[in-house]
């Protein structure tokens, strides 16, 4: 460690106690400008972030965007911005992507004349910390928002922080107990993960959780991300490796996918039947990954 990492992180935290100290003394308007100081700080960027919302003072992420903004300290979506060279503003940047997303999933949807806001529930899975589904609460309302994720924290947090319901996933895809179905099951960069053996398996466990009527929407790494990535698929058009951006979950059980639309297409007609299919949209989540949506008879 450097002499100036040192200066930094001491700075960093010498604000954070300075912003608690004025806040114990009731002074709202100093330990806004003494933590919006601290939030630039990336050693104890969250902590001054949360100190910020927990207490609505100026500068709150939650008057800006109209939405419960809290982050938890364990979400490895959020350490990956806060990690990553090309973040200025890590905060702005995740909340900014969960908007991204929300615009990206209603523009799917209306492709298909299925609007989310007339949708009366959906099953967010593999939600992770919430970096989605705060912005899904705001559209619909906590009532319709159902939320699963392997990890027991990610989904404690969304419930205590979202008002959602939630329930704990498993590793073995049929392992996991529905408590309903859905009209909507949205799966966000699950299956850009998943290894060859759990694939089609999850593919046709989610579907079982669709509603009559309903939809699966799941993305994939298509060829844009695996060109991006210097990446060769192989003959099936498929390619893992094990490591991702999750420090929760095994690299052998949850790594980085990549599949070509023929592979994902011959895994949709040979799990579900090719009629499943009533859309896709490539590179249309971030740029980077391709939608696919499923409709049950």
């Not at 759990?198 to 790494?221: E, I, M, N, Q, Y």
């Not at 007609?269 to 409709?295: C, I, M, S």
Request: proline share 4%; hydrophobic share 45%.
């Amino acid at each position: 460690m450097t002499a100036n990492t040192d200066i930094q992180t001491s700075r960093g935290l010498q604000l954070l106690q300075e912003g608690r100290d004025l806040l114990a003394r009731g002074d709202r308007t100093g330990a806004a400008q003494v933590l919006a100081r601290a939030r630039d700080e990336r050693d104890v960027m969250l902590a001054a972030h949360a100190l910020i919302e927990a207490h609505d003072l100026v500068g709150s992420y939650n008057n800006v965007m109209g939405l419960n903004c809290a982050i938890s300290e364990h979400d490895d979506i959020f350490g990956f911005f806060l990690g990553h060279h090309s973040s200025r503003n890590p905060l702005r940047d995740y909340l900014a992507d969960g908007w991204r997303t929300l615009s990206e999933l209603m523009l799917l949807l209306e492709a298909v004349d299925k609007p989310l806001l007339k949708t009366p529930s959906v099953l967010e899975f593999a939600s992770g910390h919430g970096r989605f589904t705060r912005h899904l609460v705001k559209a619909l309302g906590p009532t319709r928002v159902v939320v699963s994720d392997v990890v027991p924290s990610a989904v404690e947090f969304s419930r205590r922080t979202f008002g959602v319901e939630g329930f704990l996933s498993a590793s073995t895809p049929e392992a996991v107990q529905w408590p309903g179905r859905y009209d909507l099951v949205f799966v966000l960069s699950l299956f850009s993960h998943l290894p060859k053996a759990t694939w089609s398996r999850w593919l046709k466990v989610l579907f079982d959780a669709v509603a009559p009527g309903g939809l699966l929407v799941f993305s994939t790494h298509g060829i844009k991300a695996a060109h991006f990535d210097h990446v060769t698929l192989d003959a099936e058009g498929y390619f893992f490796a094990a490591s991702s951006e999750s420090s929760a979950i095994d690299g052998q059980e949850y790594g980085t996918t990549f599949t070509s639309e023929p592979f994902v297409l011959a895994r949709i007609a040979e799990t579900l039947g090719a009629d499943k299919l009533v859309h896709k949209a490539p590179v249309h989540f971030w740029n980077h990954q391709d939608a696919y949506v499923l409709r049950k008879p």
